[in-house]
């Protein structure tokens, strides 16, 4: 399945390229739509035939009725990470204010 998929995303994304070089670009948009679905589409049926998938563990996708964050609250959580690290940073790198 690994080899497949990719060689057909390969193929798929390379005529959608040379459909936007060519024309207007709607045929163009429309694949490259669908293969930006496609490898999301390909993890799903592995989560699902994985299994089974206990409910509320950590590794165990939120969709299937785990406790792993959404996309979006783990993108968000990595925001929050982020500006924490900057924030030590700041204070590690701040020059010494002393009295004067």
Sequence with gaps: MGTDIW???YR???LALSLLAETNGDA???ILREIAQ???DELEAVQDAYG???AGEFWV???LGGGAPTLAEANRMDLEEAA???ARRAERT??????G
């Excluded at 701040?94 to 009295?99: I, M």
């Design 7 to 9: 060689a057909r995303l």
């Design 12 to 14: 798929a994304e390379h």
């Design 28 to 30: 163009a948009r429309l």
């Design 38 to 40: 496609c490898p999301e």
């Design 52 to 54: 089974p998938h206990p």
């Design 61 to 63: 996708p939120h969709r």
């Design 84 to 86: 924490e690290k900057a």
């Design 94 to 99: 701040a020059p010494d204010e002393q009295p």
